[in-house]
């Protein structure tokens, strides 16, 4: 009896889910775009190696986007992340070279496995900071991480006066080898790098669509209060996502430490913003409740390919900056546009069906 | 008051309706408004009247029909608008601007300047004085206005719209957190307002203060307006009557099952006012499994603090709670959720529903592990549950993978309260269930407490609604001011003892004869 209109109704909406649809994917739309542009415009584009080379530099982005999205989703914004990546480079570096020194004449060496879980303990407690901050003082999460941000600074540069700690290969004798291998290693043909992206973001997407965590992150983004009346504990998924903001700053760090085999405390000076920007992009509101992980991947790696592509074509590095702000502005202009759009719709499903 | 017949129709709606997405809220509409009379507007919950007036005062624009100013059609785009026709409203909602002082708040979007641009603060203090002074608050100008009582931010809002100098001034509500020596004190500046000719628009639920002060009255029920008369020739029952209509409302009868032990009760419970003084005054009262136990009271009464004290919202609350018998030491609302408290809150929009989230992800908010084995969601149970949700409580929806935002009111507040049952509480707290919803779904959601109760949950229900407590109750409780007023069985309560026990919170009640009338 309800079969006749509601086909009705699905068919005369048809026309505006298209193009729903299409707004829908315009990120991977853009992605393709930006994709069979290059192909064209820029000679060895295509190349493995290229490609490759690609890859590992959106994955750095990408590692601070997931963060961030969960973080922008909560209705938050972490500024620390550009700053955690270099305090934990000079964590990593350091021990490698240094040790800890007990002042009793010993100093503890620590194998590279151990090097990477203490920087990333790092990483997770400079995260917790912001958290506290936020849930426990009440600081709002743009002021907080905004002094984390300098203060996280600040520590990288005194730990070594702002010098660089060059070559990281370590010494056989005591163990501290091998520390190359997050940046420069490849398993089946790909880089470490790669795979522990492919990992962490599986790990994050699952996070997000099947575990009550995952849901309660968009709940607390969407409504805080009706969360909280609901049993949520918005104070624990904020700290979990600020946790996790700074947990992915921590791998980036690593793996640049990693690459260069040196740690210079300026790594990951505004790094923040196109973490940020990938998260828009890949349609995070940034007034909290929604966002998807695959949409803030596809997004970094429309903002990297951009910015390699146009470096390839030899493109002054000035116009790119214009360029990267502009397609930015376009995502979000078309991401409201959508929301519109989807209403309406939804209100001429609803007229139809009663 | 003299010769009530013949003054002038300044106001008049033809033929006026106003549809929102999913529900229509005002049905050809035909309304008149007089000079130098108090114009009564009555109805239930949810029938329309502050519709009606946001469609007079511009900030609503009706669907349908015409608005006639003096005899000249006129359509207002914005409140501004009409406000320079000289309609002035007082809202139901304060809307008032907590961070700024009195004075500022008063003369808001038309503040006084001097040559240069700059505000002249001195001069609006002074304005704003003479105002107060006719409100004999006790309020300064300067006085910010979140340090006022709610009673007194209301008569912030009134000197506000008689300070536009309107001629037709809409009041909704506007007793709502007075007490009774302020509404004396509105009354005589509403008389005073009536003598140089302005038309007033008044709003009530108090049935007794409109036959007091009213000289027309027009009842409106579910959108459509079913009578309107002179107030000389009407009397408490007829507008009862034109409220109710001969399809009295749909309350579910009682069972006749009788309650069980004591399944929930609330020892000594205290909430401090930011400003002074409890919002929640020693308040114990005790609910018995399968028992409905209505909580009465004004607005600002402290029921629905109450009810937040209860769930664990307000560390600084003192006082102890039980369920079965056995203390809750558990002070924060996900561990006595757990417990099996669970609150239906009175603001759907900004504490019951995350909006943007589908209607399924809100069922199961509140009870996400009952669902998830270790850390993984099951879908298949998750989804079941909602599916069963749905079909019980009736929930008009296509897909539950609709945005919530898309049902209508009746259907949002179903989904609220699935959530709640979602958790599988033992002690039910809903504030004000049936406020904003269509008179079917009010039906579905009485029938659903009645069918909660016949299980053996406890349901402590608030309300302002008359009607509604008598109806549904087994035992009323009463609060004014924080405390709690009066406990009456439902054989021995009546209407008038629950509305002089509402008066009781505010100290010695300087009249009587408010409540003389039935």
């Given at each position: 009896?309800?079969?006749?209109?509601?086909?009705?109704?699905?068919?005369?909406?048809?026309?505006?889910?298209?193009?729903l649809?299409?707004?829908?994917?315009?990120?991977?739309?853009?992605?393709?775009?930006?994709?069979?542009?290059?192909?064209?415009?820029?000679?060895?584009?295509?190349?493995?190696?290229?490609?490759?080379?690609?890859?590992?530099?959106?994955?750095?982005?990408?590692?601070?986007?997931?963060g961030?999205?969960?973080?922008?989703?909560?209705?938050?914004?972490?500024?620390?992340?550009?700053?955690?990546?270099?305090?934990?480079?000079?964590?990593?570096?350091?021990?490698?070279?240094?040790?800890?020194?007990?002042?009793?004449?010993?100093?503890?060496?620590?194998?590279?496995?151990?090097?990477?879980?203490?920087?990333?303990?790092?990483?997770?407690?400079?995260?917790?900071?912001?958290?506290?901050?936020?849930?426990?003082?009440?600081?709002?999460?743009?002021?907080?991480t905004?002094?984390?941000?300098y203060?996280?600074?600040?520590?990288?540069?005194?730990?070594?006066?702002?010098?660089?700690?060059?070559?990281?290969?370590?010494?056989?004798e005591?163990?501290?080898?091998?520390?190359?291998?997050?940046?420069?290693g490849?398993?089946?043909?790909?880089?470490?790098?790669?795979?522990?992206?492919?990992?962490?973001?599986?790990?994050?997407?699952?996070?997000?669509?099947?575990?009550?965590?995952?849901?309660?992150?968009?709940?607390?983004?969407?409504?805080?209060?009706?969360?909280?009346?609901?049993?949520?504990?918005?104070?624990m998924v904020?700290?979990?996502?600020?946790?996790?903001?700074?947990?992915?700053?921590?791998?980036?760090?690593?793996?640049?430490?990693?690459?260069?085999?040196?740690?210079?405390?300026?790594?990951?000076e505004?790094?923040?913003?196109?973490?940020?920007?990938?998260?828009?992009?890949?349609?995070?509101?940034?007034?909290?409740?929604?966002?998807?992980?695959?949409?803030t991947?596809?997004?970094?790696?429309?903002?990297?390919?951009?910015?390699?592509?146009?470096?390839?074509?030899?493109?002054?590095?000035?116009?790119?900056?214009?360029?990267?702000?502009?397609?930015?502005?376009?995502?979000?202009?078309?991401?409201?546009?959508?929301?519109?759009?989807?209403?309406?719709?939804?209100?001429?499903?609803?007229?139809?069906?009663? | 008051?003299?010769?009530?017949?013949?003054?002038?129709?300044?106001?008049?709606?033809?033929?006026?309706?106003?549809?929102?997405?999913?529900?229509?809220?005002?049905?050809?509409?035909?309304?008149?408004?007089?000079?130098?009379?108090?114009?009564?507007?009555v109805?239930?919950?949810?029938?329309?009247?502050?519709?009606?007036?946001?469609?007079?005062?511009?900030?609503?624009?009706?669907?349908?029909?015409?608005?006639?100013?003096?005899?000249?059609?006129?359509?207002?785009?914005?409140?501004?608008d009409?406000?320079?026709?000289?309609?002035?409203?007082?809202?139901?909602?304060?809307?008032?601007?907590?961070?700024?002082?009195?004075?500022?708040?008063?003369?808001?979007?038309?503040?006084?300047?001097?040559?240069?641009?700059?505000i002249?603060?001195?001069?609006?203090?002074?304005?704003?004085?003479?105002?107060?002074?006719?409100?004999?608050?006790?309020?300064r100008p300067?006085?910010?206005?979140?340090?006022?009582?709610?009673?007194?931010?209301q008569?912030?809002?009134?000197?506000?719209?008689?300070?536009?100098?309107?001629?037709?001034?809409?009041?909704?509500?506007?007793?709502?957190?007075?007490?009774?020596?302020?509404?004396?004190?509105?009354?005589?500046v509403?008389?005073?307002?009536?003598?140089?000719?302005?038309?007033?628009?008044?709003i009530?639920?108090?049935?007794?203060?409109?036959?007091?002060?009213?000289?027309?009255?027009?009842?409106?029920?579910?959108?459509?307006?079913?009578?309107?008369?002179?107030?000389?020739?009407?009397?408490?029952?007829?507008i009862?009557?034109?409220?109710?209509?001969?399809?009295?409302?749909?309350?579910?009868?009682?069972?006749g099952?009788?309650?069980?032990?004591?399944?929930?009760?609330?020892?000594?419970?205290?909430?401090?006012?930011?400003?002074?003084?409890?919002?929640?005054?020693?308040?114990?009262?005790?609910?018995?499994?399968?028992?409905?136990?209505?909580?009465?009271?004004?607005?600002?009464?402290?029921?629905?603090?109450?009810?937040?004290?209860?769930?664990?919202?307000?560390?600084?609350?003192?006082?102890?709670?039980?369920?079965?018998?056995?203390?809750?030491?558990?002070?924060?609302?996900?561990?006595?959720?757990?417990?099996?408290?669970?609150?239906?809150?009175?603001?759907?929009?900004?504490?019951?529903?995350?909006?943007?989230?589908?209607?399924?992800?809100?069922?199961t908010?509140?009870?996400?592990?009952?669902?998830?084995?270790?850390?993984?969601?099951?879908?298949?149970?998750?989804?079941?549950?909602?599916?069963?949700?749905?079909?019980?409580?009736?929930?008009?929806?296509?897909d539950?993978?609709?945005?919530?935002?898309?049902?209508?009111?009746?259907?949002?507040?179903?989904?609220?309260?699935?959530?709640a049952?979602?958790?599988?509480?033992?002690?039910?707290?809903?504030?004000?269930?049936?406020?904003?919803?269509?008179?079917?779904?009010?039906?579905?959601?009485?029938?659903?407490?009645?069918?909660?109760?016949?299980?053996?949950?406890?349901?402590?229900?608030?309300?302002?609604?008359?009607?509604?407590?008598?109806?549904?109750?087994?035992?009323?409780?009463?609060?004014?001011?924080?405390?709690?007023?009066?406990?009456?069985?439902?054989a021995?309560?009546?209407e008038?003892?629950?509305?002089?026990?509402?008066?009781?919170?505010?100290?010695?009640?300087?009249?009587?004869?408010?409540?003389?009338?039935?």
């Amino acid at each position: 009896m309800t079969d006749i209109p509601a086909k009705a109704a699905a068919h005369s909406a048809s026309s505006g889910s298209v193009l729903l649809t299409l707004m829908k994917l315009r990120t991977f739309i853009a992605l393709i775009a930006v994709l069979i542009f290059f192909s064209i415009a820029a000679p060895n584009f295509l190349s493995t190696a290229n490609l490759i080379l690609m890859s590992k530099h959106v994955a750095l982005n990408a590692f601070l986007a997931m963060g961030m999205t969960f973080v922008i989703i909560t209705g938050g914004i972490d500024l620390s992340v550009g700053s955690i990546v270099g305090l934990c480079g000079m964590v990593a570096g350091y021990l490698v070279l240094n040790g800890i020194d007990l002042q009793i004449g010993y100093t503890i060496y620590f194998n590279v496995f151990e090097i990477a879980l203490i920087t990333l303990a790092v990483g997770i407690l400079i995260g917790a900071v912001n958290g506290l901050l936020i849930t426990r003082l009440n600081v709002a999460p743009f002021i907080a991480t905004l002094g984390v941000l300098y203060v996280a600074r600040g520590l990288a540069l005194l730990s070594s006066d702002g010098r660089t700690f060059p070559n990281l290969v370590g010494k056989p004798e005591l163990g501290t080898t091998g520390f190359g291998f997050l940046g420069a290693g490849r398993l089946l043909g790909l880089p470490v790098a790669i795979w522990i992206l492919i990992v962490v973001a599986l790990g994050a997407a699952y996070l997000a669509k099947y575990t009550p965590l995952g849901r309660h992150i968009f709940a607390v983004g969407g409504n805080e209060r009706a969360s909280r009346i609901s049993g949520v504990r918005v104070n624990m998924v904020k700290m979990f996502v600020y946790m996790f903001s700074g947990f992915c700053a921590a791998i980036v760090g690593l793996i640049i430490s990693s690459e260069l085999m040196a740690s210079h405390p300026a790594t990951g000076e505004s790094f923040e913003l196109n973490a940020i920007a990938a998260a828009v992009l890949g349609g995070t509101s940034m007034s909290g409740g929604r966002g998807t992980i695959g949409g803030t991947i596809v997004g970094a790696f429309v903002i990297g390919i951009l910015s390699d592509g146009l470096v390839m074509m030899g493109v002054s590095s000035f116009w790119q900056m214009v360029i990267k702000g502009l397609v930015i502005i376009v995502a979000v202009v078309v991401d409201q546009a959508q929301r519109r759009l989807q209403q309406r719709v939804t209100l001429m499903q609803m007229a139809k069906a009663g | 008051m003299s010769a009530t017949a013949e003054r002038e129709i300044i106001l008049k709606l033809e033929d006026v309706s106003k549809v929102y997405s999913g529900t229509v809220a005002v049905k050809r509409a035909n309304f008149e408004v007089r000079k130098g009379a108090v114009n009564v507007l009555v109805g239930e919950n949810g029938a329309g009247k502050s519709t009606l007036m946001k469609i007079i005062a511009g900030v609503e624009r009706p669907t349908a029909g015409r608005i006639l100013l003096e005899g000249e059609e006129v359509s207002f785009s914005s409140s501004g608008d009409a406000v320079n026709r000289g309609i002035g409203m007082v809202f139901q909602e304060l809307n008032l601007f907590g961070n700024m002082s009195v004075a500022e708040n008063i003369f808001a979007t038309r503040e006084i300047t001097n040559r240069f641009g700059k505000i002249d603060r001195k001069e609006q203090e002074r304005r704003a004085a003479e105002f107060l002074e006719r409100l004999q608050a006790g309020i300064r100008p300067d006085m910010l206005v979140e340090d006022l009582r709610i009673g007194q931010q209301q008569l912030v809002e009134i000197a506000k719209a008689v300070s536009l100098d309107a001629r037709i001034l809409i009041m909704d509500e506007p007793t709502s957190a007075l007490s009774a020596a302020e509404v004396e004190i509105l009354f005589k500046v509403i008389a005073d307002l009536k003598a140089r000719g302005v038309a007033i628009v008044y709003i009530s639920h108090r049935l007794e203060e409109l036959i007091r002060i009213g000289d027309y009255i027009t009842v409106l029920r579910d959108g459509r307006i079913t009578g309107q008369e002179e107030m000389k020739n009407v009397d408490t029952q007829w507008i009862v009557r034109q409220m109710i209509g001969s399809d009295a409302k749909d309350f579910a009868k009682a069972d006749g099952h009788l309650p069980g032990e004591e399944i929930f009760r609330a020892e000594d419970i205290c909430l401090p006012r930011a400003i002074g003084g409890l919002a929640v005054d020693h308040v114990s009262l005790s609910l018995r499994a399968g028992e409905i136990l209505g909580i009465y009271g004004l607005m600002g009464a402290g029921r629905s603090e109450l009810f937040d004290c209860i769930m664990g919202r307000h560390g600084h609350s003192t006082g102890a709670i039980f369920i079965g018998g056995k203390k809750v030491k558990e002070r924060d609302t996900t561990r006595r959720i757990r417990r099996g408290l669970a609150l239906i809150p009175e603001d759907r929009q900004r504490e019951g529903l995350v909006s943007i989230l589908s209607v399924a992800s809100n069922l199961t908010l509140a009870s996400l592990s009952r669902f998830a084995r270790l850390f993984h969601i099951r879908g298949a149970d998750e989804r079941q549950a909602v599916t069963q949700m749905v079909r019980e409580l009736a929930i008009k929806v296509a897909d539950p993978a609709q945005e919530v935002s898309s049902l209508s009111g009746g259907n949002q507040q179903k989904v609220v309260i699935g959530k709640a049952l979602l958790t599988e509480p033992k002690v039910l707290l809903m504030d004000e269930p049936s406020r904003g919803i269509d008179v079917g779904a009010k039906a579905d959601v009485f029938r659903t407490m009645r069918k909660l109760s016949r299980d053996g949950l406890g349901i402590l229900f608030a309300t302002s609604d008359l009607d509604e407590v008598m109806a549904l109750s087994d035992r009323i409780a009463v609060m004014s001011n924080g405390k709690l007023t009066g406990m009456f069985d439902r054989a021995e309560a009546t209407e008038a003892a629950l509305v002089a026990a509402s008066a009781l919170g505010h100290g010695p009640v300087p009249h009587t004869e408010s409540t003389a009338h039935d």
